[in-house]
Each structure stands twice: as structure tokens, then as C-alpha cells.
């Protein structure tokens, strides 16, 4: 059967060294891409489907809990995840940040176990934006990705990753890296096959495995992946599928690809142990991606009531839905011997001593609550939060991981208790939700997928936890549309109401008493397509 297939066009002139656009956009490239699509997207796009159909369940009242058709699978206590791979050994640590060929060298000089480089929630998915991201990660697999600028030199040190696993205080060996794809919702439009868009999940995996598995298995590594945004162990059991059919198609060894997942959405939390399984030899352990789990609370109870959410500050990983992900997250993945990964510190250093200090002494208390809890490591933003991260996880982690911390599972009616102390949903809570939505959505529409607003560095998950609060503030009388409108309007006029405030304050407005867009980027992706 003949396959129809248009991408856009690449291009041959390197921006930046000497790989360019269309050096990873190769034929060989584009015809890998197009079996990916024609292999899976039909299942993914029925997985999607099956989202929406779980949703009129909850909206119909069902209480979701734990599968029954896998009992078996969580009673079955001989099985395990995969040994751990060459330079997962130790992830105390983990650095993230968007495919940007500064934040990569950056990131990759820094003390740090890993680096996760998202094409995700912190890169706004322009043509360019995946295609240079891609450039840029080809070049520094490869040493090859310095460069100058006017006011200074981007240089990667000369540590190597064949020089041995990560080592506390060594700067011997560079960071591991793993590579985030967009989530299986998000399409990449600007790759048309048979008529349809091709998958974001499969366009990002498919051109970072294909131009690059071999040269880091020869690196001393592999093919190493974060999964974000799933929400069924389906999901889980088609990536495995994926993996499977790319590293047969590539001839390497089964179980050379790793994959952590993202527990950041509530149905995946139902399923960790689910999803483990499915990814069989794969599996490089969980994730507590909590921003976009809380945006998934507050999403899947939409239409409830009695589920909705206080002002955004007010939701700490110590209220009891939060508490009892991280507990059951770090129980499953212990159980099965794959790691147990802590959240993001958002927190970005600030100039000011006294401030900064502040800062840092939350950056503290929050490392230390996961380390307590027995995560084998976390997330930071930013170079300046290493130190600080690092040294509460080697004083209660000293070995490479806490898989003997195990634990208790907990009941699923525990990550369903919405309760939170103090509730209150305020005036100053809704401004808040305004401004980063505007704020974040406004730099977005222009390319930007990360931003700092008030000392954090806002990506899509924290802004759409922002967005839906409005809408649901809103459907539950909690404020009028009318006044989420005009708040609107004045924080536009706040920024200047450029072209980008003024379409970031449309498509905002669009969403108050109207249906809800299932991600922010749905929302957004349509004005991209053509940058």
C-alpha cells in the first residue's frame, strides 16, 4: 500500500555548527518516521478516545479505582523492572529544561546525575524550535555543540560519559541524558501522512532514536526517554510496542531504550504498577510530574462540585491527595525495583541576598520531604538549585537509591480526598491565575516554553493548573464570567496589549463558561503551526 507523506520543508543551512535542519530530517529519517505513523497512530488515536470516554463515566459519578482486570499483576509479587542501565545507576539529581543549545551545554556542565531535555511542557513546539532541538542534542551527543556569543563563550566541559556513573561531588562525568517527546496528544502538523498529522510523541522519540541510539549506546549509554501526559496502562503498552518495533528496525538489543514515565495525570496514578508492567524490560521507573497531576485533579473533576480546588498556593504536596501520590508513587516503583523520581523546583535564584536565601531555604525543606518519603531523586530548573538539592539527598539517601524504603500502599480512596485545610478561593487567587495564564500563554504564541514569573519558572504544566482553576472557579459560581472577563482585560492592559497579549487574552477568554479545551496547548497549537 502506498503511503502519502508531505513534510515541511528543512533547512540545509546550519545555524549553529555543522549539523543542519535537514542533516536530521534525512530521507532515511523521514521514511522511519513514516512507519512509526503507520504502525501506531491508529491505536493512539484510539487511546485518546478512550480518554473522553472514561470522562463521562466520572462526570456520570463513577468513582475510579484501582483496575480489577490487573489484580492479578499487583498480587504477582515475582516481578520485577529491568537492572538499572549504564548511567541510571544514581539519579539524586536531575536537571530539565527545553532542546535550547544554551540550556543543554549549561545543563550538561552541571553537578547534576541527568538531564532530561524536554520537548514537552518547556519548548513551544514551533517547526524550528523541534527541528533546531534536535540539531542541538545531535551536536552535543557528538561534542560538537559549543559555540560563541558576544558576550561569551558556550563551551561543554571535557567530562565524558564513558568516564563512569554519576559519583556525589565527582565532576568526572557528564550527565546522563534523557530526552522528553511531546505527549500523545499533541500533534506534529507540520508532518502531514495520508492525510492525517503525524503524532508529536512519535515525530520527537522517532528523529532522537533514529539519528542517535548507536551513538550513545558507543557513548557508554542508550537511548534514555521521559513519558509524559498518559493516562491508562494501554498508553504504557503502546509505547512498549513502539520501543520494540524501533529497536528491531534500528538493530539493537531489546531493552536498550529506557523510560521513565510521568505519574501526571490522576487515572496513571490508579495505574503505576500497570504501567511499570507493560513497559516489561523498558522501565526506568515513575515520576511525580505534580503540576500536571494537580491540573489533572482539578481536570477530571471538572464537573464535581464538591472536588473543586482552593487558590493554587494552597495546594502543597502535604494535602492529602498530593501525599498520597508521592507515597503510593514511591511503594510501587520499590516494590518493583525501578526508581521513584520527586518533583520540580520551580524556584529560580534570585539577586537579592535576603531573598534569595528565602529561596533556597524552601528549595530545602522541599528536597528534604522527598528524600523523607523515599524518592530516589528530583527534579530542579535551574544550575543554581544543585547544591542545594543535592546535599538533602545525600544526607538521607547515602547509597545510589532507597529501593529498601517500600513502604504501604495506600487505598485509591486516598488520592481522590480533595480536602484541604484553610479552603479558600480568593480574589488575589484569581488575579493570580490570570496573570501567569496571560503571561505564560501570551510568551508561548511567541515561541517561548518556559518563562520566569514571580522567582518561578512557569512552563505548560504550572499554567494550565492556572487555566483550569478559571474555568472551574467559573462553572461553579465561585466568581462570575463577566468578572474572570474584565480581570482579563485589565492584566492585558497591564502587559500592553501587543498582538501576542491581545491573542494569549482571546483565546483565555474564550475558555471562561464555555467548554474546556482538554490541554492549554489544544488551545494554542493551531497559531504555531505556520512560525
Known sequence: MTVNSTFRSASTSPKLGKTSQADILSPEAQKFLVELHSNFNQRRLELLDLRQKNQLKLDAGEIPTYPTETADIRADKSWTGPSLAPGLHDRRVEITGPPDRKMIINALNTNVATYM????????????????????????????????????????????????????????????????????????????????????????????????????IEAGRGPYFYLPKMEHYLEARLWNDVFVFSQNYCGIPQGTIRATCLIETLPAALHMEEIIYELRDHSAGLNCGRWDYMFSVIKRFRNQPEKLLPDRKMITMTVPFMNAYVTRLVHVCHKRKVHAMGGMAAIIPLKDAAENALAMEKVKADKHREASAGCDGTWIAHPGLAETATKEFDELMPGENQFDFVGEDVPSEKLLDTTIEGFAITKEGLQ??????????????????????????????TAEVSRAQLWQWTKHGKFTKEEVLEMISQEAEKLGNTDSVKRAGELLGSEIGGDFAEFLTDLLYPDLVEQ
Request: with cysteine; proline share 4%.
Open 432 to 461: 493570580e491565575n490570570v496573570y501567569i495564564g496571560l503571561r505564560y500563554m501570551e510568551a508561548w504564541l511567541r515561541g517561548l516554553g518556559c518563562v520566569p514569573i514571580n522567582n518561578l519558572m512557569e512552563d505548560a504544566a
Open 117 to 216: 531535555s524536554d520537548f514537552e511542557d518547556s519548548q513551544a513546539p514551533t517547526w524550528d524550535n523541534c527541528l533546531d532541538g534536535q540539531v542541538n542534542l545531535y551536536d552535543a551527543i557528538r561534542n560538537q555543540v559549543d559555540f560563541d556569543t558576544e558576550k561569551k563563550p558556550y563551551k561543554l566541559t571535557t567530562k565524558k560519559w564513558t568516564e563512569g556513573t554519576y559519583s556525589r561531588g565527582s565532576t568526572d562525568t557528564r550527565p546522563t541524558l534523557l530526552v522528553r517527546p511531546r505527549g500523545w496528544h499533541m500533534l506534529e502538523s507540520h508532518v502531514q501522512i495520508d492525510g492525517q498529522s503525524m503524532s508529536g510523541s512519535l515525530f520527537d522519540f522517532g528523529l532522537f532514536f533514529f539519528n542517535n541510539a548507536k551513538a550513545l
